[in-house]
Nanobody, 126 residues
Framework: EVQLVESGGGLVQAGGSLRLSCAVS????????IGWFRQAPGKEREREGV??????????KSGDSVKGRFTISSDNAKNMVYLQMNSLKPEDTGVYYC?????????????????WGQGTRVTISS
């Protein structure tokens, strides 16, 4: 059974940090792109991942809104993907979903996602 299990969400003040984790099982980890997608309250899930990483060659993508603040990393030995989020802003609030795609695209579009985690909630207070 393929599973993506997120953890690490919570409530922090603006300017703070959080580290999200995604435990991946049931698929060939090194062959996939793993991304983090955000869904803000009352809005649709964003069409492109905020941060994505190719486990094939380590390429990464960060959305404009998070560049310089969020860092995605992958531990291929543990089948884990992390999202380090620094300098958090209230507009970063939302549910963050870990997702897997079988191909890499520099935009990390939602259309390529085949597997989703259940999400972890991040709330940033001002």
């Amino acid at each position: 059974e393929v599973q993506l299990v997120e953890s690490g969400g919570g409530l922090v003040q603006a300017g703070g940090s959080l580290r999200l984790s995604c435990a991946v099982s049931g698929l060939s980890f090194n062959d996939y792109t793993i991304g983090w997608f955000r869904q803000a309250p009352g809005k649709e899930r964003e069409r492109e991942g905020v941060s994505c990483i190719s486990n094939v060659d380590g390429r990464t993508k960060s959305g404009d809104s998070v560049k310089g603040r969020f860092t995605i990393s992958s531990d291929n030995a543990k089948n884990m993907v992390y999202l380090q989020m620094n300098s958090l802003k209230p507009e970063d609030t939302g549910v963050y979903y870990c997702a897997a795609a079988a191909v890499w695209d520099r935009r990390c579009p939602i259309e390529y996602i085949g597997i989703w985690g259940q999400g972890t909630r991040v709330t940033i207070s001002s």
